[in-house]
């Protein structure tokens, strides 16, 4: 498998020259882009090749995917990236209520209408939010997905538990769909504690072994994406994670 790594996780060990030397030296075949990379698409493709990386999957702002198409396709196309993926929803732009988030997952079919159009993928990416009960005891996530039915779902699984839900019954009803995976693991308890509760792949409480076999044989994920929110030391959270998950 071409394991991949989410480049947000490496934001604060700049610069990327570095980061995408270790990660290419690390064995990694995959990186997947955010916003703080995408100002010189160029130069950064430059970089990637000169690693032997490739970047096949990017996040992109609802904001720019809806009112700047043309933008992220330039990005998309210069850094070789398929699969554009919406990766968050500001607190405050959030709905409360279900036929809020049914509207919002029709704006995200429309942006994957559009997308497919262009020759790319598109899928949504979760955090915890969309898996808190809504009043009628409903969740965002079931809204999404019915509402969006054609585009992919790129399953962070340690936001779901971390938003209260098993994982396995999602993989369960939507495993073709689900089109990549972060691979992103919770500490242990009292461990994590400036790491905003995080954990190095295998190395804290989420059954990767289980998980992976379960993902490889019932979903659709091509892409299995390492990432950390707030490492305090990227090379081990790198070196570590692929390390992990090479063994399983």
Same mark, same amino acid.
């Given at each position: ?14 610069? !990327?020259?570095?980061?995408? +030397?270790? &990660?290419? @030296?690390? =064995? ?7 916003? /703080? ?63 809020? !988030?049914?509207?919002?997952? +029709?704006? &995200?079919? @429309?942006? =994957? ?7 790319? /993928? ?68 009292? +461990?994590? &504690?400036?790491?905003? =509760? ?51």
């Amino acid at each position: 498998m071409n394991w991949s790594f989410q480049l947000y996780s490496a934001r604060n060990f700049l610069p !990327w020259t570095d980061v995408l +030397e270790m &990660l290419g @030296k690390l =064995g990694y075949a995959e990186v997947e882009g955010f916003g /703080g990379v995408y100002d010189d698409p160029k130069a950064f493709r430059a970089e990637l090749d000169k690693n032997g990386l490739a970047m096949p999957t990017g996040h992109f702002s609802i904001d720019a995917l809806e009112n700047d198409f043309d933008g992220v396709r330039r990005i998309a196309e210069t850094l070789g990236v398929k699969l554009l993926i919406c990766p968050y929803l500001m607190a405050e732009d959030r709905p409360s209520d279900a036929a809020g !988030w049914r509207g919002f997952g +029709e704006r &995200l079919a @429309k942006v =994957g209408e559009v997308a497919s159009k262009a020759g790319y /993928g598109f899928a949504w990416h979760n955090h915890d939010f969309e898996f808190k009960t809504l009043p009628d005891g409903s969740v965002p996530q079931d809204h999404i997905l019915s509402s969006a039915p054609n585009i992919g779902w790129e399953m962070d699984v340690a936001w779901a538990v971390r938003g209260g839900s098993d994982p396995l019954p999602w993989i369960e009803k939507h495993g073709q769909r689900i089109v990549a995976v972060h691979v992103k693991d919770m500490a242990k308890a009292g +461990e994590g &504690l400036d790491e905003d =509760g995080w954990s190095d792949v295998g190395h804290g409480t989420i059954d990767w072994a289980g998980l992976i076999k379960v993902l490889r044989a019932k979903s659709a994920a091509k892409y299995f994406v390492m990432e950390q929110d707030n490492p305090n030391d990227i090379e081990r959270f790198a070196r570590r994670s692929i390390a992990t998950v090479k063994s399983y």
